[in-house]
């Protein structure tokens, strides 16, 4: 039997070395692959589905590197303040109180989002995984899960209980919703996790051939102790853990000296640059022209949804092609092609999933984004208006493994107006317990 396809008819195409061309986009749904960009238009007249692309752009669905999805449920909970005070007093708390429905809700709410604006695969580091996973699953995006584990402040059998934690539930998860949900042993962060205890961590990571994800070098805060009792940089002591290999992924490097990024670019371990966050947080600026020009892989995330305060991709796209050049005192950094391969190749990258590009063979993972708006005219360059114009509401449908996940800006997988009633009710219910 022949297999199902999928047409993206009559709109443009941005390809993989940022060309854009008039092209429709054929997919067969069974393998969830891109089986043709066809110029002529004349691929398949008669397919199961179609989408229309008129008047818009066929981009890679986005990659969300670095979140913490279920965090949407302290979206405005708290803001305002430094990344310590802030966890300590008002995030931490609110966490601890919790429930796994609170994270399923969470989740959807979050990935609901994401679908909208046209994200397709996020990394995701929090606890409760199997309500995300299951999140996951339902709403047919892709995502790299894990449990977040912290030491610092517990006793031995609890510490040692959270990174074994995180280890089964990187071996259990791996593979699920059909290949979609792959796992990270995720360390929460080189300070919040005992050296002991990373080492297994990394160690359990590469028998198993899974990826570490962590927080690095987000505040000065996080680098001083580091280099107070250790004499060396927080990525060569990462190095010497264990846990800065190709495969590992890591948030922020915003406070990276070049003897660091030297490391990065010979691991091949990649960074994830979380820009609205630590601006929102007073951390600083991360350098990524000189990351990129290291060759280090360089991927996009919004951090979550309490430090941002949204997970709309395309904000944090304009936000580091805009704050690049700020860091590095020149507008010609971090131009919009770099942004854009940030938020979609890097991303794919970042995270070893499929995706990320739009090209015969890639996973039929895309965005289509509406180009018949007022600010997104004129069209002298498109690149430009993804990285500087347009906005996550843009987007007007949304494909991930082949199968259509919002058509004409409705999303067929999750029921929209139930999410949002629930995350409503478990928000407050949390907000009443915490109070
Ligand atoms: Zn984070």
């Given at each position: 039997m022949a297999s199902e396809t999928l047409l993206v008819a009559g709109g443009r195409v941005l390809r993989p070395d940022m060309r854009v061309t008039e092209a429709d986009v054929l997919v067969d749904r069974d393998a969830g692959r891109i089986k043709a960009i066809d110029a002529d238009r004349s691929a398949d007249r008669d397919p199961d589905v179609r989408l229309d692309a008129t008047d818009g752009l066929v981009v890679p669905g986005l990659v969300n590197a670095h979140t913490h999805v279920a965090m949407t449920l302290l979206?405005?909970?708290?803001?305002?303040?430094?990344l310590d005070a802030w966890l300590r007093e008002d995030i931490w708390p609110a966490e601890a109180a919790l429930t796994p429905a609170d994270v399923r809700a969470g989740a959807e709410l979050g990935i609901l989002e994401m679908i909208r604006s046209g994200t397709t695969a996020f990394a995701d580091m929090y606890f409760h995984v199997p309500e995300v996973v299951a999140a996951v699953e339902k709403a047919g995006v892709r995502a790299r899960v894990g449990h977040g584990a912290v030491t610092v402040g517990k006793d031995d059998p609890d510490a040692r209980d959270d990174v074994e934690e995180s280890i089964a539930v990187a071996r259990e998860y791996d593979g699920a919703a059909d290949g979609r949900v792959r796992t990270a042993v995720m360390p929460h962060s080189l300070t919040t996790v005992s050296e002991p205890l990373l080492r297994e961590a990394a160690a359990a990571a590469r028998d198993e051939g899974i990826p570490v994800h962590f927080h690095a070098n987000e505040t000065e805060d996080e680098v001083e102790p580091i280099v107070a009792e250790r004499s060396t940089r927080p990525l060569s002591y990462a190095d010497d853990v264990g846990i800065l290999s190709a495969r590992d992924f890591l948030a922020h490097a915003v406070h990276v000296d070049d003897s660091e990024i030297d490391k990065l670019s010979e691991s091949g371990a990649a960074v994830v640059h979380c820009p609205a966050s630590n601006m929102k947080l007073a951390s600083g600026i991360a350098p990524v022209q000189r990351l990129l020009d290291a060759g280090v892989t360089v991927a996009l995330g919004t951090d979550g949804a309490a430090s941002n305060n949204d997970l709309d991709l395309f904000g944090e796209l304009r936000d580091a092609a805009m704050v690049g050049k700020l860091a590095a005192d020149d507008a010609a950094a971090v131009p919009a092609a770099a942004a854009v391969r940030m938020a979609t190749q890097g991303g794919a990258d970042a995270l070893s999933l499929p995706g990320g590009r739009v090209e015969v063979g890639a996973a039929a993972d895309l965005a289509i984004v509406d180009l018949d708006a007022p600010h997104l005219t004129p069209q002298h360059d498109l690149v430009s208006h993804l990285a500087y114009a347009a906005r996550g509401s843009d987007v007007r449908h949304t494909v991930c493994d082949g199968r259509v996940l919002m058509r004409d800006r409705e999303?067929?997988?999750?029921?929209a107006e139930r999410v949002v009633g629930m995350a409503r009710e478990r928000a407050a219910d949390l907000a009443s317990r915490t109070a």
């Open positions: 979206r405005g909970y708290a803001d305002d303040k430094p999303v067929l997988t999750l029921d």
